[in-house]
């Protein structure tokens, strides 16, 4: 059976160029470019934070092996304003410190793969440009750590200059720091004063606990926590995953590093720092 494929716009991959990055000890979200695989786009809200500055970001970190694909990130409302939480379309993707596999295809078009690798701290590759948007049939893109793949798509052939407001900076965080990696669960914090006794799989927080605690179950099986730095402290948005590490007793759990921006600000509701959680239920 013929299908029809479902086309979608989204930023030109055939315009590259580089980006420097400049520091700043505390940047603004909506402008803070981090590792991973940042979508800059004009946030449409008049009241935004961001528009002074006249683009925002969105920010997707390392994969867990599953590409990603940002036209259905877009279509489900994920991608959304860092200064004011309202979706926006990206104009162009930024790639800093990663590498990324990118299978797309251009409408009535063959399909093709780029493939880049970049661990340069201060600089990102840009792909696509302001103002010119181009139809795909298909798009995605799969993000590691600098090095996972070849860095075969040299960028140096190519430079072509956009029309951002120069006053615009993208920038990074001075301190900014590499995700650990494995972190005690005994050294994060929740965010929230209460967790639910279940996953949202239906699985039991509880009988999780006690299958790590007798090893019939490694904290490598469970998705990685993610981590931000908030006041000093390493805090959780996994709330329950971070119950079942502490309460097991481990000493060592995976994560990745996310930032406090990127967390719903409705789940902050602990009220001893994140010390302790109670479970409902
Ligand atoms: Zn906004």
Known sequence: MNRSPVCFSAPDLRAKSK????????????????????????????????????????????GDGSPFRP?????????????????????FYLFNQCSAKINFCFERGTPDQLLLSTDAELEAQQFGKWGRRVV?????????????????????????????????????????????????????????????????????????????????????????????KMKGKWHTEDNRRLWAFKEAGLTSVPVKETSESYVDSR??????GGVRVRMRG
């Open 267 to 272: 789940k902050f509701t602990t009220m001893n």
């Open 136 to 228: 795909y049939s298909m798009l995605s893109i799969e993000v590691e750590r600098p090095g996972y793949f070849p860095d075969v798509d040299s960028l140096d052939k190519v430079n072509i200059l956009d029309s951002i407001n120069p006053a615009f900076q993208f920038m990074k965080p001075i301190d900014a720091q590499k995700p650990p990696g494995h972190m005690n669960p005994q050294d994060i914090f929740y965010i929230q004063d209460s967790i639910a006794s279940r996953f949202q799989c239906g699985r039991s927080v509880r009988d999780t606990m006690q299958r790590l605690m007798t090893g019939t179950l490694s904290p490598s099986q469970i998705p990685a926590i993610r981590v931000f």
């Open 19 to 62: 980006r420097e990055l400049t520091t700043d000890p505390n940047p603004p979200p909506w402008s803070c470019v981090s590792p991973g695989v940042n979508y800059m786009g004009r946030c449409g809200r008049k009241l935004c934070p961001s528009q002074k500055h006249g683009l925002t970001v969105f920010q997707v970190g390392f």
């Open 71 to 91: 036209n259905e990130q877009q279509c489900w409302g994920e991608i959304r304003c860092h200064g004011c939480k309202s979706t926006f379309e990206p104009e």
